[in-house]
């Protein structure tokens, strides 16, 4: 505490200080509610103090993954022993109250639905932190693409079943014609998004470059036109898990009660660990076309400084119309695979938006990279999740807890430059 | 023969009147130098030729075609390298990853090119796996000035290179610039240190309020003492 106090005195500059002062504030308030926690009983203490432990918890967290220069570690180090504290602390609680065997069942179910979130979340919001990214443009259609790959995908799992059921030895094995059906309808939603993509960014979006207000409106108007034609065309949401409405076997190839059973009460739906590695896959994927070829390297150029990458005799523009297809088509994909998750239905578009602006927020978008948007996404994805079960009600404001605490500490998000 | 000719070209930034009327000629082979005092235009007018900020009214002819109103990259792509003023090199690349976005299709192979930067910059090699953001503001400048020599550009456009730098730096930049002229190469290049200038200039314009002041060859101008004080504010 004391070098803590003496760094401060430190010749650093002003802004440095008063970082600094705030992480100090922030861990000596977590200090201070951690040991009113220990000190009263936790039936006793009240339910709005228990939520701010928890805040603190994730700010604390939120805080670790700044990296900060060595001379700073120190305050890092002391987050990380609050986190170490408050988690002990409440793990203990959760395994005196309900036991152990409930606890592990309780935790690990939730670490694998809250990665299989982050990885929904990731692969939904890579699309628009491209867009957003390298032409500063706020996709709020990027939402409606989302939805409207639910859609897509429910529909060309329809189309092809109806064709592929009469092939005999599919016909005959609903599990792999299920399978099948449902990797097409990932690749018919995310062609027919990155279709879309492309249809609005050559006939309208490109017309509007730095030109944000009309960007906003127009992009706008596409989520209220998706939107509606949505709800023309399907009506309310049908797509469910364990059931394809209007599917001729009516069989999914991944039922609810498909579970992988490590024993121990750790019983985890396959569906949710399939969602996880998809997710991985897709983000090593992007990960290595954007460091390791020539077109992904112009893209996180072009995040950087599109003009000089222009001036490098770069066709910025063409660039821009891949990335916007790509980034419709991802939103896509991640809607068709979310189906069985999120069912199909208009909330989703609204919904997902807010997830999106969230995570590139968190994330860092302008000079931040690409993982930026990975562990952003696993920090929401996580602790929405885990609010979710354990503390419902908490996880709508969990969200904007995690966002104040990076905008106070790192107002360029994760992988942004120090100001 | 003049590789570039830029003839009355009239530029706004947004509603604002930045050149009033630009002309002046750059010969092949040759140094031409744009001097005149900060906010006179200069910048502006190399983003012109570049199509960053387009004119309004006039002409760019390079290789006696009209690039005016072309796009940008179209314009790079006929043989123009930029070295911008405040070097811009993507410091969230490695300094090989900043010249292989660079590179366009030509004669010479990668490894060829690069070669020819290291006999001007020899401890470049040691950096190529470096990010850019974590190099020295020197080092940053001769990345700048790599990635428009790593093709085989007609016309090199350099702003102020030396600016920000020690003068130790400075002076090896200035070496620099003595060898892209050894090479023939046309060069149109800002440069406010006047000493600069003067030894590796052909040509001189004195930009002044958005227009041309004077003009001349820079023999001319060395003796012209009156001169370099009005309008560059140097006593020599
Ligand atoms: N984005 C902009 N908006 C408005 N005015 C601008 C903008 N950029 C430049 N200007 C104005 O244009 C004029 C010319 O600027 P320019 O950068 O070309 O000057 P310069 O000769 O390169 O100066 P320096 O020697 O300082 O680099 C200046 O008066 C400047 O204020
Ligand atoms: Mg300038």
Redesign the pocket.
Same mark, same amino acid.
């Given at each position: 505490m004391i070098s803590l106090i003496r760094s401060i005195n430190s010749n650093e500059d002003y802004k440095k200080r008063l970082i600094l002062f705030l992480k100090i504030f922030i861990a000596l308030i977590s200090g201070i509610i951690t040991i009113l926690w220990i000190i009263l009983d936790k039936a006793e203490l009240p339910n709005q103090i228990f939520k701010m432990i928890v805040g603190v918890w994730i700010m604390g967290l939120a805080l670790l993954s700044i990296p900060t220069p060595r001379k700073e570690k120190l305050p890092q180090i002391f987050s990380l022993v609050e986190i170490i504290v408050i988690s002990c602390l409440w793990l203990f609680v959760e395994v005196e109250s309900k036991g152990v065997e409930i606890f592990m069942q309780n935790g690990s179910l939730t670490l694998v639905n809250g990665l299989a979130f982050s990885m929904l979340l990731f692969l939904m919001t890579s699309g628009f932190f491209l867009i957003f990214g390298l032409a500063d443009i706020i996709n709020f259609a990027h939402g409606a693409f989302f939805m409207l790959g639910g859609f897509m995908g429910y529909e060309v799992y329809l189309l092809s079943e109806s064709f592929l059921i009469t092939i005999p030895f599919l016909g005959n094995d609903p599990v792999l014609l299920s399978f099948i059906c449902f990797i097409f309808g990932l690749i018919g939603a995310t062609i027919i998004l990155g279709l879309i993509g492309i249809g609005i960014e050559v006939t309208t979006i490109r017309r509007l470059f730095r030109k944000p207000i009309s960007q906003i409106l127009l992009t706008v108007g596409f989520l209220y036109i998706i939107l509606q034609l949505t709800e023309i065309i399907w009506g309310p949401a049908i797509f469910t898990y364990n059931y394809v409405s209007g599917s001729q076997t009516g069989i999914f190839w991944l039922p609810r009660s498909a579970i992988l059973d490590l024993g121990g009460g750790m019983r985890f739906e396959i569906y949710r660990i399939f969602l996880i590695l998809f997710g991985l896959v897709i983000a090593i994927g992007m990960f290595l076309v954007l460091s390791r070829t020539r077109i992904g390297l112009i893209i996180t150029a072009g995040i950087e400084d599109p003009e000089m990458v222009n001036a490098l005799g770069i066709d910025t523009k063409r660039v821009f119309t891949l990335v916007f297809a790509t980034g419709a088509a991802m939103a896509g994909l991640a809607g068709a695979v979310a189906v069985p998750q999120v069912n199909a239905s208009l909330d989703v578009a609204g919904n997902y938006l807010i997830y999106a602006f969230i995570i590139v927020v968190i994330g860092g978008a302008h000079f931040g990279r690409f993982a930026g948007t990975f562990w952003a996404s696993i920090i929401v994805g996580l602790s929405h999740t885990f609010c979710q079960f354990f503390y419902p009600g908490l996880e709508s404001i969990i969200l904007f807890l995690i966002l104040l605490a990076i905008l106070t500490f790192k107002p360029g998000g994760l992988t942004g430059e120090p100001m | 023969m003049n590789l570039l000719e830029v003839n009355d070209i009239h530029v706004y *930034? /947004?509603s &604002?009147y *930045?050149l009033h009327g630009i002309s002046f000629f750059v010969p092949e082979g040759k140094t031409t130098v744009l001097l005149?005092?900060? !906010?006179? !235009?200069? %910048? %502006?007018?190399m983003r012109a030729i570049l199509g960053l900020n387009p004119p309004r009214k006039g002409e760019i002819i390079y290789k006696g075609v009209n690039i005016a109103h072309l796009p940008t990259h179209k314009i790079v792509q006929r043989g123009v390298g930029y070295v911008p003023?405040t070097r811009r090199i993507i410091k969230s690349l490695t300094v090989e990853q900043n010249l292989e976005i660079a590179l366009r299709k030509g004669s010479k192979t990668y490894d060829e090119r690069l070669s020819e930067i290291f006999e001007l910059f020899p401890d470049f090699e040691r950096f190529l796996g470096q990010k850019a953001g974590s190099l020295s503001g020197g080092q940053q400048q001769m990345l700048a000035v790599s990635r428009a020599l790593i093709n085989d550009n007609d016309l090199l456009l350099i702003d102020?290179p030396t600016e920000g730098l020690s003068p130790l730096l400075a002076k090896n930049v200035l070496k620099t610039l003595h060898a892209i002229k050894e090479k023939r190469k046309t060069v149109l290049l800002?440069e /406010?240190n006047f000493a600069a200038a003067k030894s590796v200039g052909d040509y001189y314009y004195i &930009?002044d309020d !958005?227009k041309i002041a004077h003009n001349g060859k820079m023999e001319t101008l060395v003796d012209d003492h009156e001169l370099i004080s009005r309008y560059l504010g140097v006593n020599v």
């Open positions: - | *930034i /947004q &604002f *930045i005149g005092r900060n !906010g006179s !235009g200069k %910048t %502006t007018a003023d102020e800002v /406010q &930009f !958005g």
